[in-house]
């Protein structure tokens, strides 16, 4: 294949159509160079199955011309939002939103990265007037969508950061302590001890293995997540049934898949912390957690981190990625960070107008 490749592009917009690229969609990710959990057939199709209400498919898709083979996918949803107490419509990536996947891009193969993601931007850009709005949020860093479409803007966007904290992992458990400082290493055995010497033959550490588990545990990382949060007064990820029942979904889907990674860790009977994991391409990404906060002078959420980051190690992983956000717990198992971008293009009057004043308010601050 070479970049002088005759290929055309389409518009995709039924859910009929979308089912069409099932079983081309991960092949062309594999060639791609955004390689994500969140970039996979599985994530994007039970979000789709989810949240489709009030989101439009606009989904571009760019094929070689003799052959027909799937070259290119721009995974792109129509939001109908309020902005400023007005309807509009935004142009986004598929998943964004509530559920706040990370790492994305345009699914294109890395032969035609160049010529094809100009073509994606020019179709967006020569669509405009269909949105007041382009958000894409999530962007990998270096993407070659973001650099076209600063062309296509003449820079007119607004480009914020998002930090995703990630951890390169060794051979073994054992180098990636020693790596650490003394209180660490020390903390990492202390709580462990603590806990087995208050509770002898009592600890366990559970994956979820099985269909019949999934419910349950979805249901225990509600309890917790909820209950962690709001010790913080936010309200957590899992504000309403609809992201309880794509998380249900989702993991049932995903343990078919061999992408769950999610445990427990348990006194007898009772849990006190729970993670939720994901595991592709020789990358463990964590999602979400929750832990008791009766427990919590044994650092069940250290524990249990450590034993997911142990258990990526044995498999043969190659990153442990904590995914977007700054909190400190991540910060202490690594210094390394990726950084992806939120990307806002306003389109709109009340799109330039919010703009404007958020530019306004962050100059008095």
Known sequence: MTNTTKTSINILETHEQLLELKNEWNELLEYSSCDSIFMTWEWVSTWWDCFHENNALWMIICRQEDTNQLLGIAPLIIKDTLNLGLQEKTLSFIGNG??????LD???HKDFEMSISHLFTDKIWSSRTHWQKISLDGMMSGS???????EQTNGQMQISKNICPYLTLPDDWATLKQSYGKSMRYNLGRF?????KDYPSMINFKKITEKEEVEEFITILVELHTASQQRKDNEGLFTNQK?????????TIFLEAGFLRSYTLNVGK????????????????????????????????????AHAIQQAILEKNIIFDFL????????KWTESYATDQAVLIPLGIQSKVQLGLKKAAQKLL
């Open 270 to 305: 009772t849990s006190i912390a729970a993670l939720h994991c994901f595991q592709y391409n020789g990358t463990v990404s964590f999602y979400q957690s929750g832990f008791d906060q009766f427990w919590q002078r044994y650092s069940p959420g250290t524990q249990i981190m």
């Open 243 to 251: 992201m309880i029942e794509f998380h249900t979904k989702l993991a």
């Open 106 to 108: 345009f699914i294109i």
């Open 144 to 150: 070659n969508t973001l650099l076209q479409l600063l």
């Open 98 to 103: 509530d559920a706040a996947p990370d790492h």
């Open 324 to 331: 977007r956000g700054e909190e400190d717990y991540k910060f």
């Open 192 to 196: 462990e001890r603590r806990l087995e």
